[in-house]
């Protein structure tokens, strides 16, 4: 695991931090004094909270709606924290923009503040770093290993490849992948970035490798950012070592911004994923029958070579009987019952695994024995989870098989926990370390105790403060009442008149409407009837799935001022659009999940088998939040206003639509009829 300190004993703090704090967030503190900012009581109220929690090493979660500055509230007194103790603070965010957002504008306000005081002026000199995987570094002994043994490793146009990201290793400032254009092939990359034994401090110096230089300016840094994927990626990977104090780093404490999405990420990635591309990859980097080389065939014996190709026959024969047999009518299914399987892969995988083993034993120390190590490590790890989920041997998760590809010929073995909640509470909130949790939607009808328990976090503190905009004056909330509910039987007629009313409702707005779906199919046949119509007005279509990625659609956007975004599942939450490029949000339907997915079935079982109401404990807080995350893009700054327009009729007509309703900025709404709606929007123009 990574060490920042490298087992330096941490300094004693000498302040007491919620008083320190508390000069700096109070009426007439240090942020108004010093950087002018207005006082915000509820950045107040949440900056003490932190401090107390980061004082004392306990869990805080801290609900801050929109504009309390959540950011300085967890920055400054963890800057502080991490100074006084030499402890590193790691803060996890969800998004891309937060990070960008952290490096780039809200740690810079933190420096200038510090700098700007003089019994701050210590704290101003704090380093930070954003951690990536080693996956994204690039690393030159694995590179020079990669070129000295091309002829066995590469065909010819992965060897071009090769031979560009060698040219562009000699003037990279960062070594990072994203700075190569085009982005490298995946196959070339794998044999070349740092994720490897062979990248070490045994091989590798910080003078010349970008992932050691970067791991020596993280044990330097006060404030390590990454973000929640490889948060628990690295915590499933293992995390500290038993008996160790700290989450991620030696002796570290923990922010997580976006926390609302923190069960799902975990679950993500406290399960299991085993493609058959990356087993078959992964066998043919070490032999390829139809090149008749790879990187085993210098030390290989002939029935050593043929091992390998047992297994790949193998393994292709076991996930081609997959999807013929499962995964023929539909791309997911579930697997639930035993011996569902014949293990004929196994044997193969193990006779390559003990193959390697022989090879390795015959070759000296160095690069290329931990490359070949890594490999064999690799065989093995594909090994032991195939048999694992065979045997369906983790009891606590759920196991389905998926199927991808251009042409639906990879098979993949999936797990996930069906309850992230221990693994969460062994990995993070058991430590007695501090642990700050905090996002704009938390709560589910202004009730904390549903995610406390859903993450494992029931007996410690939880807070919220609202959000300080006006939004009783600046946002107008209209709920279209006579929209079919969504339904087989009037599916056709319901799309229809939503399609309808997104028209009417965009052509009233000047500035740009993002609209929210919860099916791409509806997207897509509102994008194809409407686009012509936006065109006559002057007004580009942004529609997700067109080819641009989600943060090029969303600055495409943010640029053309009086756009249409159609957008659906990662578009209800991180995208940041101020001012009147963002004028009106639609919720074309209340977002519940449909509950066929695996996972969505195992959780609806467990809360069934125990007495509970999946739909109560599961899909409406679910929805709830999801809900509160896709409305709150439209109010982003003190000055923003826009319109609210929600169509979907069950917000009125069923009895679970009154938690919705409670959820809105403001409890009143106007109710829209296609009848009325002329004189209902001819004072819009007041609401933007």
């Not at 891309?96 to 002026?121: H, M, N, T, V, Y």
């Amino acid at each position: 695991m990574i060490s920042p300190n490298d087992g330096q004993e941490s300094a004693t703090q000498t302040i007491f931090l919620p008083e320190l704090v508390e000069g700096i967030f109070r009426s007439g503190g240090a942020l108004q004094t010093a950087l002018h900012l207005e006082h915000r009581p509820q950045q107040e109220q949440m900056a003490l909270a932190v401090a107390q929690g980061m004082e004392t090493d306990q869990p805080l979660l801290f609900e801050a709606g929109t504009g309390v500055g959540k950011s300085l509230a967890y920055l400054v007194p963890g800057i502080i924290r991490s100074i006084e103790t030499k402890r590193p603070c790691v803060v996890s965010s969800n998004t891309i923009a937060l990070q960008e957002q952290l490096e780039g504008k809200d740690l810079p306000i933190c420096r200038k503040l510090f700098a700007s005081i003089p019994e701050l002026e210590k704290y101003a000199n704090f380093k930070s770093t954003v951690l990536v995987g080693k996956g994204n570094y690039l690393c030159p002994t694995r590179l020079a290993n990669a070129v000295r043994n091309k002829t066995e490793l590469f065909p010819t146009e992965e060897f071009e490849e090769l031979q560009r990201i060698a040219a562009w290793a000699k003037c990279t400032k960062t070594g990072l992948r994203q700075e190569l254009n085009p982005q490298p092939a995946y196959d070339v990359w794998e044999q070349v970035n740092a994720d490897g034994s062979a990248c070490s401090r045994k091989n590798c110096s910080p003078a010349t490798c970008h992932y050691q230089r970067s791991r020596a300016e993280m044990r330097k840094a006060q404030v390590v950012i990454v973000n929640h994927s490889l948060l628990f990626a690295l915590l499933n990977a293992g995390g500290m070592a038993p008996g160790a104090k700290g989450i991620l780093l030696p002796d570290d404490f923990l922010v997580i911004d976006e926390a609302h999405t923190t069960a799902e990420v975990a679950t993500e990635h406290f399960g299991a994923r085993v493609s058959s591309y990356g087993l078959d990859r992964q066998l043919k980097i070490l032999f390829n029958p139809k090149r008749k080389k790879g990187m085993i065939s210098k030390f290989a014996r002939p029935q050593q070579i043929q091992a390998i190709i047992d297994a790949q026959e193998a393994a292709q024969e076991f996930f081609g009987y997959l999807i013929a047999t499962y995964l023929a009518q539909r791309p997911i299914v579930r697997v639930s019952e035993p011996g569902w399987c014949e293990p004929t892969v196994v044997g193969p995988l193990r006779a390559a695994v003990q193959t390697m083993d022989s090879i390795l034993s015959r070759i000296e120390d160095g690069p290329m024995h931990d490359e070949l190590k890594d490999q064999r490590n690799r065989i093995h790890g594909y090994y032991t989870e195939i048999r694992r989920f065979i045997d369906l041997a983790e009891e606590d998760h759920v196991h389905w098989l998926e199927k991808s590809g251009r042409r639906g010929h990879i098979a993949t073995l999936r797990t996930a926990p069906i309850d992230v909640a221990p693994y969460l509470r062994e990995e993070i909130f058991n430590k007695r370390i501090s642990v700050t949790l905090t996002s704009a939607t938390l709560s589910v009808a202004r009730q904390m105790e549903p995610f406390q328990a859903k993450i494992g976090a029931e007996s410690h503190l939880a807070e919220s403060v609202d959000s300080p905009f006006d939004y009783e004056s600046h946002t107008r909330i209209y709920v279209a009442s006579d929209i079919p509910a969504p339904s087989r039987e009037d599916a056709s007629l319901a799309i229809e008149t939503l399609i309808d009313y997104i028209r009417f409702c965009v052509s009233r707005i000047s500035g740009g409407t993002l609209v929210l779906f919860t099916s791409y199919a509806d997207l897509k046949k509102a994008a194809g009837e409407l686009e012509s119509d936006f065109a006559k007005q002057g007004r580009a279509l942004f529609a997700q799935g067109q080819g641009l990625s989600r943060s090029d659609l969303a600055a495409e956007f943010r640029a053309a001022g009086n756009g249409i975004l159609f957008g659906t599942e990662s578009f209800w939450t991180g995208i940041d659009v101020p001012g009147p490029a963002l004028s009106q949000v639609i919720i074309t339907r209340l977002p519940f999940d449909p509950p066929t997915h695996p996972i969505a079935e195992a959780k609806a079982e467990h809360i069934k088998e125990r007495g509970g109401n999946p739909f109560a404990e599961l899909n409406l807080p679910e929805a709830l939040v999801k809900f509160r995350q896709g409305i709150g893009r439209l109010i982003r700054t003190k000055d923003d206003t826009g319109i609210i327009t929600i169509l979907d009729s069950r917000i009125l007509h069923k009895s679970y639509g009154r938690q919705f309703l409670q959820s809105l900025p403001k409890p009143k709404f106007i109710r829209l009829t296609r009848e009325d709606r002329e004189c209902r929007f001819r004072d819009v123009a007041k609401a933007e």
